[in-house]
């Protein structure tokens, strides 16, 4: 009983490597297949640079950098980077991106795809105006 209680182990331990083992296949069908088929990176002496690229499944970039003095002054040389992409989603919208990056703003992208907050009403942007017209109260205080 003992020995056919390990064999059993041995079998099932054996089919579990064999399972692990086996090459996967990739569930992206034409994704997975997808090949760069242009891409160029132009980096010149003074920091600025020019990249883009583009694959055989339609995803396409492009982006442009150039070194400026940072905004603090402790901080040194910043790039300042803007740029775009765009791919079909997988529900087939097509979606371009289009962004800037500093050390001011950080990076903001824009796209018709992206939420956008909804509207104030105007009552609170009433209370919003009034509350901006008021001296701060540094100034009230002295």
């Known amino acids: 009983f003992q020995r056919l209680f390990i064999m059993r182990i041995v079998i099932f331990c054996s089919i579990l490597v064999l399972a692990t083992a086996a090459p996967q296949r990739g569930g992206g069908g034409d ?4 090949t760069i088929i242009r891409q160029n990176f132009d980096l010149q002496p003074d920091g ?6 583009e694959t055989s499944n339609g995803i396409k970039s492009d982006e442009q950098g150039n070194l400026k003095r940072a905004a603090d002054p402790q901080s040194g040389d910043v790039v300042v980077v803007q740029g775009a992409f765009s791919y079909t989603s997988p529900d087939g919208t ?3 991106l289009n962004y800037v990056a500093d ?3 950080g990076f903001v992208p ?3 795809h992206l939420p956008t907050p909804p509207p104030i009403p105007p009552e609170i942007q009433k209370a919003l105006d009034y ?3 008021l001296p701060s109260t540094t100034e009230r205080n002295g």
């Open 48 to 53: 600025s640079y020019q990249s883009s690229y």
């Open 103 to 105: 050390d001011v703003l």
């Open 94 to 96: 097509p979606i371009q």
């Open 31 to 34: 994704e997975s297949q997808a």
């Open 110 to 112: 824009q796209g018709a």
């Open 131 to 133: 509350l901006a017209s």
